[in-house]
């Protein structure tokens, strides 16, 4: 395989890159009595996406994860886009026993559904905007307004590497908290400290690295950046459980800080970063490894009208590769006089397709990302 894999983090991460101290531990915070509101607007983005999910999800039990976009504009005030629950992934060597590749849906985690979710919604205001505005001259979309990003957990990865750092607890009553992210040293990189990460026994990328690319890609990914002025960039993250300010900045951002300068308008994107104690689950998790997490992940956006389960089959038609290619394809008019270009038939076909359509300006960062031999080099390029 075309990666290198240089130690293994406690049987749960795969830490690729240059990492020179092992092993790491991924510590689980204990402390979940401490956890402090760093402002009032974390609760507000934090309890929104909570009663929307309560309001349709089945009573559990079992533990999640809970991720949502939000949308906050002077017209509509804050609104949920799209929804997420999830903590599983497609395993890589059970794929055989599953139905065909191209249907699977390999990462379900919550982060992860939650920005397909949001491709989904992105791609019907391609179709009709209702949030977004459009630029008369040229045609193309722009987010009327800030885009929100929470997650119950701290996502996994990278901004749970807790071995560089240490926290201190946020306090304050602004309505947001302005903090500026640290400049990182070169030494950080040298010790591992941007190293990207495997979701265990997958070939899927942490919500960590996912997140991060986010950052700098924007998250209306390469189908649909040509109907878009430019990169959507996440204004705040919300994190509840496992807050770790210095380690999220690090993850999610600030290890790609070299890219401040990318072609076609794109950059590092610098979210604020602010924790929430409003809480999912009622009661803390003491340690992860001992509690029930929910087998099935859930999801929903704006125009659905319940939600969508993703059972153990991981199969989802309107979340699928297949149907979000296909889709997006027609949505942006590449494919629009070919009544077979919703089908995409393999891999290979799929990222023909995924790049023919893909804004050149997008196109120029990501190559530039990718290719940097300190960082994103080691991106995981699935093969067929
Ligand atoms: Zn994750
Ligand atoms: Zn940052």
């Known amino acids: 395989?075309?990666?290198?894999?240089?130690?293994?983090?406690?049987?749960?991460?795969?830490?690729?890159?240059?990492?020179?101290?092992?092993?790491?531990?991924?510590?689980?915070?204990?402390?979940?009595?401490?956890?402090?509101?760093?402002?009032?607007?974390?609760?507000?983005?934090?309890?929104?996406?909570?009663?929307?999910?309560?309001?349709?999800?089945?009573?559990?039990?079992?533990?999640?994860?809970?991720?949502?976009?939000?949308?906050?504009?002077k017209e509509f005030g804050m609104e949920v886009?799209?929804?997420?629950?999830?903590?599983?992934?497609?395993?890589?060597?059970?794929?055989?026993?599953?139905p065909p590749p191209m249907s699977v849906i390999r990462d379900c985690h919550a982060e992860v559904l939650a920005r397909r979710a949001l491709r989904v919604w992105l791609s019907r205001e391609v179709e009709n905007p209702t949030r977004c505005l459009r630029e008369e001259s040229t045609g193309l979309l722009r987010l009327d307004g800030r885009l929100h990003f929470y997650t119950s957990t701290q996502p996994c990865g990278n901004a749970c590497v807790k071995r560089w750092?240490?926290?201190?607890?946020?306090?304050?009553?602004?309505?947001?908290?302005?903090?500026?992210?640290?400049?990182?040293?070169?030494?950080?990189?040298?010790?591992?400290?941007?190293?990207?990460?495997?979701?265990?026994?997958?070939?899927?990328?942490?919500?960590?690295?996912?997140?991060?690319?986010?950052?700098?890609?924007g998250v209306q990914g390469a189908m649909l950046s040509r109907a878009f002025e430019g990169p959507l960039y996440i204004d705040t993250v919300t994190i509840g459980r496992k807050f770790a300010r210095p380690m999220?900045?690090?993850?999610?951002?600030?290890?790609?800080?070299?890219?401040?300068?990318?072609?076609?308008?794109?950059?590092?994107?610098?979210?604020?970063?602010?924790?929430?104690?409003?809480?999912?689950?009622?009661?803390?998790?003491?340690?992860?490894?001992?509690a029930s997490f929910e087998h099935q992940a859930l999801w929903w956006a704006q125009g659905e009208s319940c939600l969508h389960l993703i059972g153990a089959d991981f199969v989802d038609v309107v979340m699928?590769?297949?149907?979000?290619?296909?889709?997006?394809?027609?949505?942006?008019?590449?494919?629009s006089n070919d009544p077979t270009g919703a089908r995409v038939g393999s891999l290979a076909e799929y990222r023909f397709r995924k790049e023919s359509v893909e804004d050149p300006r997008r196109r120029d960062a990501r190559r530039v990302l990718l290719n940097d031999p300190k960082f994103f080099s080691q991106w995981i390029r699935k093969e067929s």
């Open 1 to 73: 395989m075309g990666y290198k894999v240089d130690i293994h983090v406690k049987a749960r991460y795969f830490i690729l890159g240059n990492v020179r101290h092992a092993p790491l531990v991924a510590a689980v915070r204990s402390a979940e009595k401490g956890r402090v509101s760093t402002c009032p607007l974390a609760d507000d983005i934090a309890r929104l996406a909570i009663h929307m999910y309560r309001a349709m999800a089945p009573e559990t039990s079992a533990q999640t994860v809970l991720a949502a976009f939000l949308l906050e504009t």
């Open 81 to 98: 886009l799209c929804l997420a629950s999830g903590t599983k992934y497609w395993n890589n060597t059970e794929s055989h026993r599953g």
């Open 165 to 217: 750092g240490t926290c201190t607890k946020d306090a304050g009553d602004g309505r947001e908290i302005m903090q500026p992210h640290p400049y990182m040293k070169w030494h950080m990189a040298r010790e591992g400290q941007i190293a990207l990460s495997l979701k265990p026994g997958s070939m899927s990328h942490s919500c960590s690295d996912k997140i991060a690319r986010w950052n700098v890609l």
């Open 248 to 290: 999220a900045m690090r993850a999610l951002c600030c290890r790609l800080q070299e890219f401040s300068v990318l072609p076609g308008g794109y950059r590092v994107n610098h979210p604020t970063i602010m924790c929430t104690d409003v809480r999912l689950h009622e009661g803390s998790i003491g340690q992860e490894d001992k």
């Open 320 to 335: 699928s590769r297949e149907a979000i290619a296909g889709g997006s394809l027609v949505r942006c008019g590449t494919v």
